[in-house]
């Protein structure tokens, strides 16, 4: 549901059919009586947040309140600790269906039976932004991903540690319909937000930069320069390796201190020559040197 939509539903007052159906009706009641014997912790962070303004209040996500608070008896509220996965989610989705969880069904996580409240917390949440259950976007993603987190630390990296980039930047964890949860259209689409340079159209196009940057990029980080996948020869040598210069064997006799160096495979190696790796506009760029 869009924000517009929702705010509408708050202001009268009209249930949510869906969640209805989900999460019992409840009648009117004071959320401060809910005080009277819950721990003052449940409210503390709730009422800094969206939820604690909704018309409806507790009874959104736990059902009938009201005659559970007359009563204290626990069966009448709707308790997230005894409902399984898909329930849990289908109270969050009853609002948030739209924007960034649309595509949450059949997304990665949902397939691996991640729940909203793996991530997120409605009363004791430890971010400032999205009522995280960790302290930063990072910290929740590297519970599981901790492969993600090491390449992170290699020397060519994203911004990502150092805070100026988050995984969300490029990935939707609600899911998405491009493989891998990227939030753009394809990969490159992703790398162009940033690095439009590369976009092209270019006269003289090289084949795998069309196709997809990580064929020579890792995303997250490498210990090669300029987050490559290989050092060069053989970042180039792992598909040029047919004809001629492109594919000879080098080995430490063609480096700067063997007998005898070459100059494909000192400094800059392929590039001394092939300076054009993303595409050419030069009118004799063909081999990319221009
Ligand atoms: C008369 C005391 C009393 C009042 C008033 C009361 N509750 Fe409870 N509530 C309990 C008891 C007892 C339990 C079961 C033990 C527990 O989980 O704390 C419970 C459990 C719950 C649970 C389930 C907690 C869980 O473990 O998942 C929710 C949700 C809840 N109450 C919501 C409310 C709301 C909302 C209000 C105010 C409208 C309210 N309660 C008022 C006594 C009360
Ligand atoms: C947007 C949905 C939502 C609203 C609104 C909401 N809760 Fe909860 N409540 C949850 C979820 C989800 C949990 C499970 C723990 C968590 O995520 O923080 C929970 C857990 C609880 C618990 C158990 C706490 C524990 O630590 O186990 C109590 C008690 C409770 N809620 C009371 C309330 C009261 C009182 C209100 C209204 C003032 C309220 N809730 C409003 C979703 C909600
Ligand atoms: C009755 C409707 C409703 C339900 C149910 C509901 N929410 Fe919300 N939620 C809202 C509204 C309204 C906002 C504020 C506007 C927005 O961000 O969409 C909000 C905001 C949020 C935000 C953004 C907070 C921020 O700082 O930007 C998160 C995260 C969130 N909800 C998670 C949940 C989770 C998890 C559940 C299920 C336990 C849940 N919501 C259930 C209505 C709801
Ligand atoms: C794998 C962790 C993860 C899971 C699972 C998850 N979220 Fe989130 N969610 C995040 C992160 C990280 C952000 C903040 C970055 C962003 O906006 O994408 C966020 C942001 C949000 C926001 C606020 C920003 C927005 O998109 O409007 C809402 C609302 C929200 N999530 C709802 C949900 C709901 C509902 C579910 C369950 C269907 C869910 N989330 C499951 C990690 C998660
Ligand atoms: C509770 C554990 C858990 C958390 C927390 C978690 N993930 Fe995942 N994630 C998984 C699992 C399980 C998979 C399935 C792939 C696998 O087995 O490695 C997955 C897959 C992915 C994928 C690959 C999707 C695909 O289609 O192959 C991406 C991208 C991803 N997660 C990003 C994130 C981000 C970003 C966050 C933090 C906002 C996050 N994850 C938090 C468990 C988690
Ligand atoms: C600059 C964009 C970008 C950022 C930032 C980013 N990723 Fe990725 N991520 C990618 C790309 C691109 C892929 C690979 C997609 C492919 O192989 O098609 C990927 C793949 C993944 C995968 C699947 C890995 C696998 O081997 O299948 C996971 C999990 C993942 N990322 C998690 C994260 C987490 C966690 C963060 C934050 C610490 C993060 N990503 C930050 C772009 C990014
Ligand atoms: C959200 C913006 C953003 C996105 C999306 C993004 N980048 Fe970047 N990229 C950056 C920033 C910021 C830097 C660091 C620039 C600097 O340090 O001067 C960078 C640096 C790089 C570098 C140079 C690293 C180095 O060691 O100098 C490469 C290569 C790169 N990005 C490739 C990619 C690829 C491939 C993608 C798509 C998978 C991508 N980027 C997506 C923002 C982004
Ligand atoms: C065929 C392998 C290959 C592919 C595919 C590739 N790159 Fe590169 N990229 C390189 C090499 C080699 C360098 C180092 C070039 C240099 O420093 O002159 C580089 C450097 C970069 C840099 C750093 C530029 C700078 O000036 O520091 C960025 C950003 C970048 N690539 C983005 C991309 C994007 C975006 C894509 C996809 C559209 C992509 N690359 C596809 C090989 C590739
Ligand atoms: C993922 C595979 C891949 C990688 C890695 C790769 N290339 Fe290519 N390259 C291709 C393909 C495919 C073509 C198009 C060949 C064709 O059209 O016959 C191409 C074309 C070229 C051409 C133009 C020659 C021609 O026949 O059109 C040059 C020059 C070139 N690559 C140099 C490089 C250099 C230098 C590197 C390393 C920085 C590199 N390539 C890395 C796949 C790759
Ligand atoms: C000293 C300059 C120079 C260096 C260094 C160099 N090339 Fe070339 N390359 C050329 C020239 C010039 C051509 C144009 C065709 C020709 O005359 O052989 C070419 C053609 C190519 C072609 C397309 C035609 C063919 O032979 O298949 C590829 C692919 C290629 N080079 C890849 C590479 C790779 C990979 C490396 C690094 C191992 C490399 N080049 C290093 C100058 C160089």
């Not at 400032?128 to 492969?147: F, G, I, K, M, P």
């Not at 937000?193 to 995303?219: D, I």
Request: proline letters at 6%; aromatic letters at 6%.
């Amino acid at each position: 549901m869009s924000r517009a939509a929702c705010s509408v539903l708050i202001v009268f007052g009209v249930f949510v059919p869906a969640l209805t159906a989900q999460v019992p009706a409840s009648a009117p009641f004071n959320p401060q009586d809910c005080k009277t014997c819950h721990d003052p912790a449940v409210f503390e962070r709730l009422e800094r947040t969206h939820h604690a303004g909704m018309s409806r209040s507790c009874a959104n996500c736990h059902g009938n309140v009201a005659e559970h608070a007359a009563t204290g008896d626990p069966s009448l509220v709707v308790s997230f600790k005894s409902l399984q996965p898909k329930q849990q989610n289908d109270v969050c989705l009853s609002c948030h269906e739209r924007g960034d969880q649309a595509n949450w069904h059949g997304g990665m996580h949902d397939r691996r039976k991640l729940t909203c409240l793996t991530c997120h917390s409605v009363h004791s949440f430890e971010s400032t932004d999205s009522q995280l259950r960790a302290s930063s976007e990072q910290a929740v993603c590297y519970t599981c991903h901790a492969n993600v987190r090491a390449q992170t630390m290699r020397t060519s990296h994203h911004p990502i540690r150092e805070g100026k980039m988050g995984c969300a930047d490029c990935h939707n964890p609600h899911g998405s319909p491009t493989p891998k949860m990227i939030r753009a259209a394809s990969v490159n689409d992703q790398c162009f937000e940033c690095h439009a340079e590369f976009r092209g159209p270019f006269l003289w196009e090289h084949a795998p930069v069309r196709e997809n940057c990580v064929s020579c990029h890792n995303a997250h980080g490498s210990n090669h320069e300029r987050l490559l996948v290989a050092r060069q020869p053989f970042l180039c040598q792992r598909c040029h390796l047919a004809t001629r210069h492109p594919g000879t064997l080098y080995d430490f006799r063609n480096s700067s201190r063997g007998p005898s160096p070459s100059n494909r495979a000192v400094e800059r190696s392929c590039r001394n020559c092939h300076t054009q790796v993303h595409g050419s506009n030069h009118p004799s760029g063909a081999y990319l040197g221009r």
